[in-house]
């Protein structure tokens, strides 16, 4: 009977390792899947965050292109101002010639207005 008794405690004890063995397995397993859980939700804020950042560059690039392409214009729209302006005063010039017959105060007018126009042209640069 003793012998029945003992090996009917040896096999409880093998239960109850396999068991316990078993239950640290299952808690093993719970703890990893709780770490990778933790790891792809960080994987997905970073992928967020770099999606947010190429956006930022992206629209950091655009404004660039934007300024880029607004001071093209402003240097574009002070050329033809330059332009209007020298026209305005060939235009007077060539009205003072026509006022003066044609004659003696042509060169006077003109001289004034080549003046005028290197003047603007040194105020420009």
Do not use: F, P
């Not at 950091?60 to 002070?78: C, F, K, T, V, Y």
């Not at 003046?115 to 105020?123: G, M, N, R, W």
């Amino acid at each position: 009977a003793t012998a029945a008794t003992a090996a009917a405690a040896k096999a409880a004890a093998a239960k109850a390792s396999e068991r316990a063995r078993a239950e640290r397995g299952r808690e093993e397993r719970a703890r990893l899947e709780k770490t990778v859980a933790a790891m792809s939700a960080q994987a997905k804020a970073i992928e967020a965050e770099k999606t947010k950042a190429a956006r930022a560059k992206a629209q950091a690039d655009i404004n660039s292109r934007s300024e880029q392409q607004a001071g093209a214009l402003q240097a574009m729209h002070d050329e033809l101002e330059r332009k209007k302006n020298m026209l305005d005063m060939r235009r007077a010039a060539l009205a003072s010639r026509v006022a003066d017959g044609g004659t003696g105060g042509v060169s006077t007018s003109m001289a004034a207005a080549t003046a005028a126009t290197a003047a603007e042209a040194a105020e420009a640069a």
